[in-house]
């Protein structure tokens, strides 16, 4: 089993829909990121939570809501999306006790396409 | 200003030659680690190495080697002998500061291919 695993891996939406992204780590760590990664862009942090609390909001809209219930579990919930929306969300965890070298460990990502 | 450059988009290699892939980054924190990651075709993005601001010697994993010109802020990685399953993206990304948790700055990445 991966350390970091991420349901679905495709999705498929309308821009009137709701969805859910979920992801999970079975690492033990204290740190879970959401990614936007765009064509020829270089990769977006959109949300970090530390020890269940968030802790970053990289300035994402609103149809994009984040939750974290736990230190193992981080959900992205979607609603009225956008086609520019279009992307490939990335999850990652990581041990984060203020020292150098932790690196982030990343799922296989969600391929999300907004119709 | 671009926290993170990759100047290269995409580098070919022949099979069992090295490639280095060019960073350079920009930062006023003393504080700060650097990163490599590979992404291949599946998606999943794989952790490689890391070099931190202080460390004086350069970080080495197996066939991976970071190449750290703290003055010239680069941080190019080496990949020696290469192989036909190297073929993928390659992302270079900083952390900066000491935090609780990491604030991670990539570039746009370098595709790799290589040659049989």
């Known amino acids: 089993e991966t350390g970091v695993t991420q349901t679905p891996r495709h999705l498929v939406m309308g821009m009137t829909n709701k969805k859910s992204l979920k992801c999970e780590q079975h690492?033990?760590?204290?740190?879970m990121y959401w990614y936007k990664q765009s064509a020829k862009k270089p990769l977006e942090l959109m949300f970090v939570?530390?020890?269940?609390?968030?802790?970053e909001n990289n300035s994402v809209p609103s149809r994009f809501s984040p939750e974290c219930p736990n230190s193992s579990h981080l959900f992205l919930h979607l609603h009225t999306l956008q086609p520019e929306d279009s992307a490939l969300y990335l999850c990652?965890?990581?041990?984060?006790?203020?020292?150098?070298?932790?690196?982030?460990?990343f799922g296989n990502g969600t391929r999300l396409t907004v119709t | 200003a671009q926290k993170i450059t990759q100047t290269q988009p995409g580098m070919f290699v022949q099979e069992k030659e090295a490639v280095t892939l060019d960073c350079t980054y920009d930062?006023?924190?003393?504080?700060?680690?650097l990163f490599w990651y590979k992404q291949p075709s599946s998606g999943e993005m794989i952790f490689l190495i890391y070099q931190g601001s202080y460390d004086q010697q350069n970080a080495t994993e197996g066939r991976y080697s970071l190449n750290f010109q703290k003055a010239r802020k680069s941080a190019n990685l080496v990949i020696s002998a290469s192989q036909l399953g190297d073929s993928a993206m390659y992302f270079c990304?900083?952390?900066?500061?000491?935090?609780?948790?990491?604030?991670?700055?990539f570039g746009t990445g370098t595709k790799l291919q290589v040659i049989p």
């Open positions: 939570y530390n020890f269940k609390e968030q802790t």
């Open positions: 690492l033990g760590h204290n740190a």
């Open positions: 990304a900083m952390r900066e500061g000491r935090r609780g948790y990491q604030k991670v700055t």
């Open positions: 930062t006023s924190d003393p504080s700060y680690g």
């Open positions: 990652a965890s990581s041990q984060d006790s203020g020292t150098d070298g932790s690196p982030l460990h």
